[in-house]
């Protein structure tokens, strides 16, 4: 599904990402973990196309197709999704009229899929103006749903939503990633970032990477580094980026 | 079969500048209609019970006291503009007038339509008696070829009695070589409400406005939104203000502006003189393209008791905004389009749904042709 390559990116004159190399399968769900400003957020605006993030080495391949040079919404048309930590505020931009857009020709039922995550009150209103941080994420979700893509890239889902909003926002979430389907049949993708985990009670990944200093360090079982990290901080791996 | 139409002698390109300002020939959705050509009353009717739209010399032979209204609230020495129309051996315009009680939902229909290179005048008397409705859309337009030299001086003189409620929403749709010069003023009394609504999407040579509301009466409201964008030639000179006299009245004060390299003029002045008033303040500015935006808000307190406020802000079109909209597979263009649309959209409260309709039909041809 998602390939990337030796990978270098710049925002303004300094290299914020060295040498990213990752491969996420079809159906496979991923986690990035790292302290604050480690760089795992740059990843997923770099991989969503942000104009800010400049890449000066290496590739990112998208169901086989070179998607480097693209803009955010060639990337998106061809089934890329992010769900933001911190979303713009639009004056004016009513989250309904969002929604058709997004929704283009597709008949989508929009006020039956904005009650099912409790936005139905929402749609006459701004885009995240005066919004909670749950009802952030439930209109993040949202408008992933219609938007429907194959990759789902979520950063930091849970972050400032009170428990009973993550049982919702988490199997929303579960649901765009088909997470109700056999393991086999499953096509969508996703990678999460988390600092708490509490998301991961929701969906079950497949694989960790750990990120420090703009590189990924290590790779392994998501739960068991979340764990360790949980234990022992991330001293071991800026411990790692010494050697 | 399709409807009958108001006898006009216009093309069918006209037909259609009439209806981007909101006129309607067809009389969809409208109670009455006032149709004025260059100087020749084409039209002026209404068939909404206890309203009335005559035309200005009508309107003085029928009722003796209609010249009580004026020049009442715009001197007719204020300036060059005033003293022109003022100066008229035969005054053109129209009366509307909404006797005591009565109220329309379906809005009547002012068309003041300029075809030729002359100055187009007229003075208009717009009186809603105590606790009447009276809601008037405003279309203002010229032929596409009217040619250099065209230009528009109107007097309106609005008065809402106690209980009552005008609103009046005006659409411009000029072309590049006219100007456009509207003197108005309006008197608020006791709970009434007045709502002015402006919206010039299209270009224009120059516009030249700064109407007055004075809020007389106790708890009297006045709402001023202006929706405008300026072409590259177009030079606009706005401002709304309000005088906030009896207990308790309040103004609103709101103006979106864009320039595509034009030059807008955004005034605005709220004068607090009795304690217990209220008013704010507002204009935001977009800047397409170089060109000019000059917000000029005042607000002045006397007394005790006043509570006035306003924000003011120019800026361009942010790109995380952009960006954000593209990541959900929106393309540049129409990510700019939703974004704009959005920062135009102006719901104006105690708008009958017709009134808005229209005022967002006429953002929608803009954004047709991309802003």
């Known amino acids: 599904m998602l390939h990337i390559e030796d990978l270098h990116v710049k925002v303004g004159d300094k290299e914020v990402l060295h040498d990213i190399n990752l491969h996420i399968g079809e159906g496979e769900t991923h986690v990035l973990l790292g302290p604050n400003g480690s760089g795992k957020t740059t990843l997923l605006m770099t991989i969503m196309g942000f104009s800010n993030y400049v890449i000066t080495e290496g590739k990112i391949v998208f169901k086989g197709e070179d998607v480097t040079m693209m803009h955010a919404h060639e990337r998106a048309q061809r089934g890329i999704g992010m769900l933001f930590q911190r979303p713009p505020t639009i004056s004016g931009l009513k989250l309904g009229k969002l929604l058709t857009a997004i929704s283009k020709d597709k008949k989508e039922d929009i006020p039956k899929l904005a009650e099912s995550v409790h936005m139905d009150r929402f749609l006459e209103r701004d885009i995240n103006k005066g919004f909670s941080g749950g009802e952030i994420k439930r209109s993040e979700v949202l408008q992933l749903m219609i938007q429907n893509p194959d990759f789902v890239m979520l950063d930091e889902p849970e972050s400032g939503v009170d428990l009973e909003n993550i049982s919702l926002i988490g199997t929303a979430i579960g649901s765009l990633l088909e997470k109700e389907k056999h393991i086999v049949k499953r096509q969508k993708s996703g990678l999460v970032i988390t600092h708490t985990g509490y998301i991961l009670d929701y969906l079950e990944t497949d694989r960790g990477h750990v990120m420090c200093d703009g590189m990924i360090k290590c790779h392994g079982n998501p739960r068991e580094i979340l764990k360790d990290i949980k234990q022992r901080g991330y001293r071991e791996c800026l411990e790692c980026r010494q050697t | 079969m399709p409807p009958d139409l108001i006898p006009t002698p216009l093309s069918k390109a006209d037909q259609e500048r009439l209806a981007q300002s909101g006129i309607d020939l067809a009389m969809r959705n409208r109670?009455?209609?006032?149709?004025?050509?260059?100087?020749?009353?084409?039209?002026?009717?209404?068939?909404?019970?206890?309203?009335?739209?005559?035309?200005?010399?009508?309107?003085?032979?029928?009722?003796?006291?209609?010249?009580?209204?004026?020049?009442?609230?715009?001197?007719?020495?204020?300036?060059?503009?005033?003293?022109?129309?003022?100066?008229?051996?035969?005054?053109?315009?129209?009366?509307?007038?909404?006797?005591?009680?009565?109220?329309?939902?379906?809005?009547?229909?002012?068309?003041?339509?300029?075809?030729?290179?002359?100055?187009?005048?007229?003075?208009?008397?717009?009186?809603?008696?105590?606790?009447?409705?009276?809601?008037?859309?405003?279309?203002?337009?010229?032929?596409?070829?009217?040619?250099?030299?065209?230009?528009?001086?109107?007097?309106?003189?609005?008065?809402?009695?106690?209980?009552?409620?005008?609103?009046?929403?005006?659409?411009?749709?000029?072309?590049?070589?006219?100007?456009?010069?509207?003197?108005?003023?309006?008197?608020?009394?006791?709970?009434?409400?007045?709502?002015?609504?402006?919206?010039?999407?299209?270009?224009?040579?120059?516009?030249?406005?700064?109407?007055?509301?004075?809020?007389?009466?106790?708890?009297?409201?006045?709402?001023?939104?202006?929706?405008?964008?300026?072409?590259?030639?177009?030079?606009?000179?706005?401002?709304?203000?309000?005088?906030?006299?009896?207990?308790?009245?309040?103004?609103?004060?709101?103006?979106?502006?864009?320039t595509k390299g034009g030059t807008i003029i955004s005034r605005g002045h709220i004068l607090g003189k009795t304690a217990g008033t209220r008013g704010h303040l507002e204009c935001k500015g977009l800047i397409l393209q170089d060109g000019r935006i000059y917000a000029i808000p005042e607000i002045e307190g006397n007394v005790v008791g006043t509570e006035l406020s306003h924000e003011a802000a120019v800026g361009k079109l942010a790109k995380e905004e952009i960006e954000y909209l593209m990541s959900r597979g929106l393309d540049e263009d129409e990510a700019t389009a939703t974004i704009i649309r959005g920062f135009l959209d102006v719901k104006i409260s105690g708008l009958p749904e017709a009134l808005q309709k229209q005022i967002d039909a006429s953002i929608d041809v803009a954004e047709k042709s991309g802003f």
């Not at chain 2, 200005?56 to 029928?62: F, Q, V």
């Not at chain 2, 003022?86 to 002012?110: E, F, M, R, T």
């Not at chain 2, 007229?122 to 070829?145: F, K, Y």
């Open chain 2, 31 to 258: 109670c009455g209609s006032y149709l004025q050509m260059d100087q020749d009353i084409v039209h002026s009717e209404c068939s909404q019970e206890g309203i009335e739209v005559l035309t200005y010399k009508k309107a003085m032979e029928k009722y003796d006291w209609m010249k009580d209204y004026a020049w009442k609230v715009v001197s007719p020495d204020k300036d060059e503009i005033t003293k022109y129309v003022a100066a008229q051996k035969d005054p053109k315009g129209y009366v509307i007038l909404a006797h005591k009680g009565s109220s329309n939902i379906l809005p009547i229909q002012a068309c003041l339509y300029l075809g030729r290179q002359q100055i187009q005048h007229v003075h208009n008397i717009i009186i809603a008696e105590e606790g009447a409705e009276l809601h008037i859309i405003s279309g203002c337009t010229s032929g596409a070829h009217v040619g250099k030299g065209g230009a528009h001086y109107g007097i309106s003189e609005f008065y809402v009695k106690k209980n009552a409620k005008i609103s009046f929403t005006m659409i411009h749709n000029w072309t590049e070589d006219i100007e456009v010069f509207p003197r108005s003023a309006s008197v608020v009394e006791e709970n009434g409400v007045f709502l002015s609504n402006y919206v010039c999407m299209q270009p224009v040579k120059k516009v030249q406005m700064y109407p007055t509301a004075t809020l007389k009466g106790e708890n009297s409201v006045a709402r001023f939104s202006s929706i405008v964008i300026a072409s590259p030639t177009s030079y606009m000179d706005l401002g709304s203000r309000a005088i906030l006299e009896g207990k308790g009245a309040s103004a609103e004060l709101i103006t979106r502006a864009i």
